[in-house]
């Protein structure tokens, strides 16, 4: 089986490469046709995954290694291996199945928008270039794949760059994710020029020595590009704005890929951040601050999306940090990367679903009569509850195991940075479930302006859509499906060695919800509209908002900073270093004024000569020829 699990890393890598490009050439020929072959490729890539993940587990060995050629620089080994083994043959599977919801969903959401097609090739090279990252075995692969990630957000955000505000969120997203690169890129070459190959194998093995503060150095590097990628502190801020993007790709960034990325980049390296306690403690740090922060955050937005992208950041938080803490697997962060691939990605197309239905707007102030549409009630209700945290639904599986490596990391870890994960767990947990509960009664909440009338199961039309199609509805359906059952399967052999519960820390965790449920309850009764953050104050809200105002501090901190100094690096090469070059100009162009002011202009009797020798020897040469 070893055969067919290198076989199939290739294929799923190649096939939506392969399909993206199609893609673009059925673009302006075929409009249908560039939705049934991004639809079709990703349907296969399932297929391979799941063989590929089959094929692993039956093998008998641990990973299988192929390759895809070879880069000759000098000293340095570049194989270009792809990998199979249990971590990439299962995450491959979860970033193909919410690939194929998306493209299924985008069909019939972008069903008016000319430039569909465009769109859906942009979709599969994401996934390619995710794909690529999963299944490497090489640094160089893994950077490629990363980078090509960075560059399909930027299409995916600014899709409709026709308004100025998707334009800027998209810039935004590319200058801070890239900034955030330069340290990755320097990271990767510490790791690559210690044991001359860029092969991970060889790199955990040559690094698992005591290398100390070199090994350090390059992963603090590595986790500030991974903190760019996944939107941590203090890069956050570029996530919220990427909703200005089409909600399947808002679905995609946020479930599946990119945002995930850095959180596999992480469990693939493993082995070296347990030989790092340093970097270990500086990833607990900055996941705490994040996960509650963003939490916080995510409470008092005035819209639905922004609400999600702020749940996502404080999500991936909680994936890092069962990585940061857990003393020898890194299986609880990775279980919780495929938990929220699930949840996460039914929520935004829900919402996206919901926002057909009320007229194309995702604000919470016009977001009420869910109750009118059951089937996506129901659906949104389990992505909540799945959210929250709520049994037995797959979020409160995964992020009972995350809780239950940082309680074991508190006895055979990183003491310090487990026990402030801990704590951070905990008071996330109770405000999530709080946002959650917000988000439920404002969508629930009848409200006479905004009531919907009964629809079909299947869907409805209006708004200029089209009844919602057989995929799109299936696509939703599918991820319910998976976020209800998905508490089983990752507890199944073939996901891993996820850990265990802590029984103690998992009722305490039901009280908070329970406790935030009923707070936030109350809170909403004393409203007209149902929404609790309205008691917080107007002056408040609008803080949250604005994300505490994070982006214009950016702005005067460091955007304002370095323009002023771009113009006084101009003003001194102009002004300066170019004054020389011009002064020699000037000077020569004076002398030259002065010299011809004192000519004569009167030819000297050398010069005479000089002609006729010149005239002489001319007739001299024409006669003998």
Do not use: N
């Not at 792809?82 to 491959?92: C, F, G, I, K, M």
């Not at 950041?313 to 940061?324: C, D, H, P, R």
Request: charged share 10%; aromatic share 6%; with cysteine.
């Amino acid at each position: 089986m070893t055969g067919l699990a290198t076989t199939t890393a290739r294929l799923v890598v190649l096939l939506p490469a392969l399909a993206a490009l199609a893609g673009l050439l059925l673009a302006r020929r075929s409009r249908a046709g560039s939705g049934v072959v991004a639809i079709g490729a990703a349907l296969a890539g399932v297929v391979l995954a799941v063989l590929q993940l089959v094929a692993v587990h039956s093998g008998g060995a641990t990973s299988s290694i192929g390759t895809i050629g070879a880069l000759p620089l000098g000293e340095l080994a570049v194989p270009l291996h792809l990998l199979a083994d249990p971590l990439s043959a299962v995450v491959a599977l979860a970033v193909t199945v919410v690939g194929v919801a998306v493209q299924g969903f985008a069909r019939w959401y972008l069903a008016e928008d000319d430039r569909y097609p465009v769109f859906a090739a942009s979709v599969s090279l994401f996934l390619a270039g995710m794909l690529l990252t999963v299944q490497s075995a090489d640094l160089v692969l893994t950077l490629v794949g990363w980078e090509v990630m960075g560059w399909c957000s930027y299409l995916l955000i600014g899709h409709d760059s026709r308004r100025a505000s998707a334009r800027r969120a998209a810039f935004k997203a590319f200058l801070v994710t890239r900034t955030a690169d330069l340290a990755l890129v320097l990271g990767l070459v510490i790791l690559a020029a210690g044991p001359r190959t860029t092969a991970i194998p060889r790199v955990i093995a040559h690094w698992q020595g005591d290398h100390g503060a070199l090994l350090t150095a390059a992963l603090v590097c590595l986790l500030s590009g991974i903190a760019g990628k996944s939107a941590q502190f203090p890069f956050q801020d570029w996530l919220p704005d990427a909703m200005e993007g089409p909600t399947p790709a808002s679905a995609l960034i946020h479930a599946a890929t990119m945002v995930a990325a850095g959180t596999y980049v992480v469990a693939r390296l493993f082995p070296l951040f347990l030989a790092s306690d340093t970097a270990r403690l500086v990833l607990a740090v900055a996941t705490a601050v994040t996960m509650v922060g963003s939490a916080v955050l995510a409470f008092g937005q005035s819209d639905l999306k922004r609400l999600l992208a702020w749940s996502t950041v404080s999500q991936v938080a909680i994936m890092l940090s069962g990585l940061a803490v857990a003393p020898a697997s890194p299986w609880p962060g990775v279980t919780h990367l495929l938990a929220h691939a699930m949840f996460k990605a039914l929520l935004f197309l829900a919402i996206g679903w919901l926002s057909v239905l009320t007229g194309g707007t995702t604000a919470v102030a016009m977001t009420g009569g869910l109750r009118a549409h059951p089937m996506l009630r129901a659906l949104v209700g389990v992505g909540l509850l799945s959210l929250a945290g709520v049994p037995p639904l797959v979020g409160f599986v995964s992020k009972e195991l995350v809780i239950g490596a940082a309680e074991e990391g508190t006895r055979h870890g990183p003491v310090l940075g487990a026990w402030l994960v801990l704590v951070a767990l905990l008071v996330t947990v109770l405000l999530t479930a709080a946002y959650c509960t917000r988000a439920w009664l404002v969508l629930t909440h009848h409200r006479a302006d905004l009531a919907q009338p009964a629809v079909p199961e299947a869907g409805t039309a209006g708004h200029g859509h089209a009844p919602i199609d057989t995929p799109a509805r299936l696509s939703v359906q599918a991820l319910g499906v998976l976020t209800v059952l998905g508490g089983l399967l990752v507890l199944t052999p073939l996901v891993g060695d996820v850990g265990s519960i802590g029984w103690f820390t998992a009722v305490l965790s039901l009280l908070l919800v329970a406790g935030a449920f009923l707070g936030v309850r109350r809170g909403a009764t004393a409203t007209t509209s149902g929404d609790a953050a309205e008691r917080l104050g107007p002056g408040r809200t609008a803080l949250l908002d604005s994300g505490l105002g994070v982006d214009t501090l950016y702005v005067r901190a460091v955007a304002r900073p370095v323009t002023w100094l771009a113009h006084v690096v101009v003003r001194a090469d102009r002004d300066v270093i170019d004054a020389y070059v011009r002064g020699t100009a000037v000077a020569t162009r004076w002398a030259g004024l002065g010299a011809e002011r004192a000519h004569t202009r009167k030819p000297s009797a050398y010069l005479v000569w000089v002609l006729l020798g010149m005239l002489a020897v001319a007739v001299a040469g024409v006669s003998l020829w």
